[in-house]
């Protein structure tokens, strides 16, 4: 008999299980994760990216939570004096934007960013120019420059996540969850692959892009699918000055520093839905090199040396993470589904908040009700990302 079953062990299900185990549940819970290496997780496949850059006031708050874990991680989550470096780089997120719809929307978001305690300065062209002199900015209007935001390794959180986790008690069992058992309303066990079946008193499905097959089996709906994203590795002869993630808003091109290069993530617009391992070289060449030789022109000579493909757990309703019980379901069954992107910054306070919300009742530190599963039913998304005026 386990207390909690936590599904999937992965940046979100780790994180959770550190959490339980700060709260002594370490005894109580058990993550079923059927693959240590990782090889299709999300976790290891992210840009690795923390913003305050966000408009929902939840989403600013769980990222804020994030730097502080993230900003200690190493000395947090050593385990008998060897501590867990992440490699985080502060070197800042800046959103460009051109025109009157870019300047409206970044200038709103700023001011509930500032209201919120996120340090965020708000740049002219000028201001651009002088802070980072290869970039093309003749049709930049405004930009939202966050000095404090930056990147780190994904798969070395994840797994600094897990080993503190397992050095505190918690159990990884290498299994996977292919169905339940209910009664009066309750998951009363999760069935393993193995044949084994683990009687439960509460289940968190963090199985990420495979989460929303394990709701279907329980009859819970949710708007969330596998979305390919693909990541190219390029280098340049040239050295630039220091470059933050570079994103503009209204055009789809982003860029960050990774070690001797670059890295560029993008989704094509016409991406369907589902797993797909591929990646397209022709889709870097005819799409995402000549938004990245506009905006930086040394970038023209680029050469790219990597690439792969990962896949967002896109939430096709209002691209923002779905956390908590299923008001009006299956009681004891909790989900951290559809991050959309987020996951990464947001699995400190998620871990945290969804350990509250098993031990407790409710939260306790960030209240996350608004982030629930009820706005899916009740059809009120939560909107984030640039409002468009
Ligand atoms: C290309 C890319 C770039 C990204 N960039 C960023 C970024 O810059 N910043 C950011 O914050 N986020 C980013 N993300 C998102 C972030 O990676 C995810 O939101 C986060 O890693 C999700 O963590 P997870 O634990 O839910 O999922 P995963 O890491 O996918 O873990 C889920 C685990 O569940 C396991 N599992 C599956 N089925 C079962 C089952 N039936 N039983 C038991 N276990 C099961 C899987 O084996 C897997 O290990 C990015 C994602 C991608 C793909």
Redesign the pocket.
């Given at each position: 008999m386990a207390k909690i079953v936590i599904?999937?062990?992965?940046?979100?299900?780790?994180?959770t299980a550190y959490h339980l185990a700060l709260a002594g549940h370490a005894s109580d819970t058990v993550v079923?994760?059927?693959?240590p290496t990782?090889?299709?997780?999300?976790?290891?496949?992210?840009?690795?990216?923390?913003?305050q850059l966000f408009t929902i006031p939840e989403n600013i708050r769980m990222a804020q939570y994030?730097h502080e874990i993230y900003g200690q991680f190493e000395t947090l989550m050593a385990v008998d004096g060897d501590p867990a470096p992440i490699d985080f780089h502060r070197m800042g997120y800046l959103w460009l934007g051109s025109g009157k719809t870019d300047v409206d929307a970044l200038m709103a978001n700023w001011r509930v960013q500032t209201a919120h305690d996120a340090r965020i300065e708000l740049l002219d062209r000028k201001g651009v120019q002088h802070r980072f002199p290869s970039m093309r900015v003749d049709d930049i209007d405004i930009a939202a420059y966050s000095p404090d935001d930056g990147?780190m390794d994904?798969y070395s959180v994840?797994m600094g996540f897990r080993r503190k986790a397992a050095s505190l008690g918690i159990r990884y069992l290498k299994?996977?969850?292919?169905d339940f058992e209910v009664a009066s309303k309750r998951v009363a066990a999760v069935r393993?692959?193995s044949g084994e079946r683990l009687v439960a008193d509460s289940v968190v499905n963090?199985?990420?892009?495979?989460?929303p097959?394990?709701c279907e089996r329980l009859g819970m709906k949710i708007p969330v699918y596998p979305m390919?994203?693909?990541?190219f590795y390029f280098e340049i002869r040239e050295k630039l000055e220091p470059m933050p993630?570079t994103r503009h808003i209204s055009k789809n091109v982003s860029f960050r520093p990774q070690g001797a290069g670059y890295i560029s993530?993008n989704t094509r617009y016409d991406e369907p839905p589902g797993f797909n391992w591929d990646v397209d070289y022709d889709y870097f060449d005819e799409a995402i090199w000549p938004g990245l030789a506009e905006r930086v022109p040394a970038f023209e000579a680029l050469k790219v040396t990597g690439a792969?493909?990962?896949?967002?757990?896109q939430n096709s309703f209002d691209n923002n993470?779905i956390l908590g019980s299923w008001v009006g379901g299956i009681e004891n069954f909790y989900i951290?589904?559809g991050?959309?992107?987020?996951?990464?910054?947001?699995?400190p306070a998620v871990g945290r908040g969804l350990s509250e919300l098993l031990l407790h009742g409710a939260y306790q530190t960030l209240d996350l009700t608004r982030m629930g599963y009820q706005r899916i039913l009740e059809g009120s998304a939560l909107s984030d990302e640039v409002p468009k005026a």
């Open positions: 599904i999937g062990g992965g940046v979100i299900g780790s994180s079923i994760e059927p693959d990782y090889e299709f997780a999300a976790s290891p496949r992210a840009t690795g990216g923390i913003r994030g990147y994904p994840l299994d996977r969850v292919v393993l692959e963090a199985a990420n892009c495979w989460g097959e394990l390919r994203r693909l990541t993630l993530g792969w493909a990962g896949h967002y757990d993470a951290a589904l991050f959309s992107g987020h996951g990464l910054m947001q699995a």
